[in-house]
């Protein structure tokens, strides 16, 4: 990294190439103010502003101290280089209080791709569009030219956009070697658009930019995820086999599990997401949000744990940050001033669709024990439960929301997440449970990293829709890998289904193949269960999910050596095809393959109703992993009959063995003999 000073003009180059500029006829910095107006309904956002002032800052003045390199910025705010190797730091002070829009200009040309914001399902590469960061429901549709996302628009406000993400945050990563992370949690808006130019938007003066470089991907990803954090390795029990998502009470939870096991289907957890009892609202069948097991429901359940123990097998529940008003928990966190307030002190009650819940105040160190402790350790912990789905962490209102922090909810929305995910952290450590327990979740933001043990996409729509469907979890691990978060997982089938659309037979299994070349197998019985395709209700459907399974756990030994690296290193287990082939100009624009670390590529097929794939091979021999048939890099077209997904491995990698046994006991039928 090269800081180069002109008298006022400015540039800092990183691999021989120009990143920023600031020149008295090319400022790189604007200013201004904007006024926002924010709508929210049950999780959507309808955010607009009105830019009041923008104006551009030149340097006026130049000093140089053992902090780095300041510069005056007209009076408005002072800037503060420090380049050291390949990373330089960008501190900004504000002097003009007034100021509440930030826009920052970095070099950019025609060809380069841009990768990260978070966990992103439309685009893998951002070049060519802008990318809000807000944490958010993604929206049900996700694509505005669909019947789906209209009717969802009309009738819930939830239709969604190519942007709207669970999980954003303020960090790329440039095909020019470099990533850029900026300190905030306001909310940004990352344009990608202009082809001399991305110009980052972010609603207030940051404290700060890191741009850090380095000669390959790999290496920069280990920077980037030195910095942001690591997330620890996954439980060795989650190779075992499939974690059942099932529901509905002992009887008909543990007996879905007896018939599972019965068909010769591995399970290594059951997760009951409704432990905690259920209510049924016009979506579906909901939970009861008060983080308890359900004595009625689940009599006995602590026994009926260590019974699953004793089998192998272990036992998943479900909690969230928000408690119901009608719970006791609730009524607990209320009397203890635990919950944020309206400005004026009363109580705020967010609208989750039929029923009404408290924000536990995190921002509270005593209610932030206080949940950690009293809710997540004696309620889930001490009972045995051994895993979770922390979901939600979006909801964070900003109209009339008062925090014990005193920080404005528009500065904390986007920060909710991470420190949701800390508290979860925080409660197994202090157990002495990391390692063994695994908890994951859909919300995120910088600081996930270290803190979110498993990622999982989110709500998907149960259908093969590009920007809601089966695609749209391969483009987001890949994404989230980018951003420093490789562990990543999906509910096998989608969970949505509304306006009649419902999940199939082939979703299910084509969704299956993909997620047994993931870290984690999940079923999910969806939000309506009734309507939806169930794989317990179909013989041949468990059949074939069992030799899915099967290959999952053979493939542990490998996937635990990815899901090391990931740990120790910060390279993600999903990869894109560039961060191990970059010279090869074409991987940079996939983002419907994945490298399973270096040896293995999958290529998912994403749509219905096909028997054959095109696939696009990087330079080298890879071998069929079904057939053993050997191909050579370029574009190849094969057979993909259900459960048979294409994938390749590499013709000398060291773990051929496994692969060929893998072959010789579930490949083709002609592979075989």
């Given at each position: 990294m090269e800081f180069i000073r002109k008298e006022m003009d400015w540039e800092l180059?990183?691999?021989?190439?120009?990143?920023?500029?600031?020149?008295?006829?090319?400022?790189?910095?604007?200013?201004?103010?904007?006024?926002?107006?924010?709508?929210?309904?049950?999780?959507?956002?309808?955010?607009?502003?009105y830019v009041v002032e923008r104006r551009p800052l030149h340097v006026t003045g130049i000093t140089e101290g053992p902090e780095g390199i300041?510069?005056?910025?007209?009076?408005?705010?002072?800037?503060?280089?420090?380049?050291?190797?390949?990373?330089?730091?960008?501190?900004f002070t504000q002097v003009d209080p007034r100021i509440n829009r930030f826009w920052f200009r970095v070099d950019a040309d025609e060809e380069e791709c841009c990768y990260g914001c978070g966990?992103?399902?439309?685009?893998?590469?951002?070049?060519?569009?802008?990318?809000?960061?807000?944490?958010?429901?993604?929206?049900?549709?996700?694509?505005?030219?669909?019947?789906?996302?209209?009717?969802?628009?009309?009738?819930?406000?939830?239709?969604?956009d190519y942007y709207n993400t669970n999980y954003p945050e303020p960090t790329y990563v440039s095909s020019r070697h470099y990533y850029l992370h900026v300190d905030s949690t306001a909310y940004a808006d990352f344009d990608f658009r202009n082809r001399?130019?991305?110009?980052?938007?972010?609603?207030?003066v940051p404290a700060s930019i890191r741009i850090?470089?380095?000669?390959?991907?790999?290496?920069?990803?280990?920077?980037?995820?030195?910095?942001?954090?690591?997330?620890?390795?996954?439980?060795?029990?989650?190779?075992?086999?499939?974690?059942?998502g099932v529901q509905g009470g002992n009887e008909?939870?543990?007996?879905?599990?007896?018939?599972?096991?019965?068909?010769?289907?591995k399970v290594s957890g059951l997760w009951c997401q409704d432990w905690c009892g259920k209510r049924v609202t016009s979506f579906g069948k909901r939970l009861q949000w008060d983080w308890q097991y359900h004595k009625e429901m689940y009599p006995d359940l602590p026994k009926r744990i260590e019974e699953l123990h004793a089998r192998g097998i272990r036992f998943l529940g479900y909690i969230n940050p928000y408690l119901v008003n009608d719970g006791v928990l609730y009524e607990e966190g209320k009397a203890k001033g635990y919950f944020a307030t309206k400005g004026d002190g009363s109580d705020y009650l967010v609208d989750f669709g039929e029923f009404y819940c408290g924000v536990v105040d995190l921002t509270n160190p005593d209610a932030y024990e206080w949940f950690k402790d009293e809710v997540i350790?004696?309620?889930?912990?001490?009972?045995?439960?051994?895993?979770?789905?922390?979901?939600?962490?979006?909801?964070?209102?900003?109209?009339?929301?008062?925090l014990y922090s005193g920080k404005s909810p528009m500065m904390e929305h986007n920060r909710w997440p991470a420190l949701w995910a800390k508290c979860n952290y925080d409660a197994v450590k202090e157990e002495g449970r990391l390692g063994e327990v695994v908890y994951f979740m859909r919300a995120g933001g910088t600081g996930s990293q270290k803190y979110c043990t498993l990622l999982w996409a989110g709500d998907q729509s149960v259908d093969f829709t590009i920007h809601d469907g089966l695609a749209t979890v391969i483009c987001a691990a890949l994404s989230a890998g980018m951003t420093g978060c490789g562990l990543s997982h999906s509910d096998i089938g989608g969970y949505t289904s509304l306006f009649d659309n419902t999940r199939t037979k082939e979703l299910f299994l084509r969704w299956?193949?993909?997620?047994?070349?993931?870290?984690?197998?999940?079923?999910?019985?969806?939000?309506?269960?009734?309507?939806?395709?169930?794989?317990?209700?179909?013989?041949?459907?468990?059949?074939?999910?069992?030799?899915?399974?099967?290959?999952?756990?053979?493939?542990?030994?490998?996937?635990?050596?990815?899901?090391?690296?990931?740990?120790?290193?910060?390279?993600?287990?999903?990869?894109?095809l560039f961060l191990h082939y970059e010279e090869d100009g074409k991987a940079y624009g996939i983002q419907y393959e994945y490298l399973l670390g270096r040896d293995l590529l999958v290529a998912p097929v994403y749509l219905e109703a096909r028997e054959d794939w095109d696939v696009y091979l990087p330079e080298g021999e890879w071998v069929h992993l079904w057939t053993g048939d050997v191909y050579q890099g370029g574009d190849v077209n094969v057979e993909a009959p259900l459960g048979y997904t294409p994938a390749f491995y590499l013709k000398d990698s060291s773990y051929a063995p496994l692969f060929e046994e893998i072959r010789r006991k579930y490949g083709t039928a002609a592979s075989r003999d």
């Open positions: 180059n990183a691999n021989g190439r120009s990143i920023l500029e600031c020149k008295g006829s090319k400022p790189m910095i604007y200013v201004g103010y904007g006024e926002e107006s924010v709508d929210m309904y049950r999780g959507n956002f309808k955010i607009e502003d300041s510069m005056d910025m007209e009076g408005q705010l002072t800037l503060t280089v420090r380049v050291e190797g390949e990373c330089a730091l960008l501190s966990e992103q399902m439309s685009y893998f590469n951002l070049r060519g569009r802008h990318f809000p960061l807000w944490t958010s429901e993604p929206g049900v549709g996700r694509d505005k030219t669909t019947y789906v996302t209209w009717r969802s628009d009309v009738e819930n406000k939830a239709g969604g001399e130019f991305h110009e980052l938007q972010i609603w207030e850090e470089a380095a000669p390959t991907f790999v290496e920069l990803l280990e920077k980037l995820t030195a910095f942001l954090g690591r997330q620890p390795e996954l439980p060795e029990w989650v190779y075992n086999g499939l974690i059942i008909r939870s543990f007996g879905l599990l007896d018939r599972t096991l019965e068909k010769g289907i350790k004696k309620h889930s912990l001490d009972i045995g439960i051994d895993g979770w789905m922390a979901d939600f962490g979006e909801y964070l209102p900003t109209d009339d929301l008062r299956s193949e993909m997620a047994m070349f993931t870290p984690v197998m999940r079923t999910h019985e969806g939000n309506r269960p009734d309507t939806n395709f169930q794989y317990y209700e179909d013989e041949d459907c468990m059949e074939q999910l069992a030799r899915l399974v099967d290959i999952y756990t053979m493939l542990a030994p490998y996937m635990k050596v990815l899901v090391k690296e990931n740990a120790e290193k910060g390279i993600p287990v999903q990869r894109p």
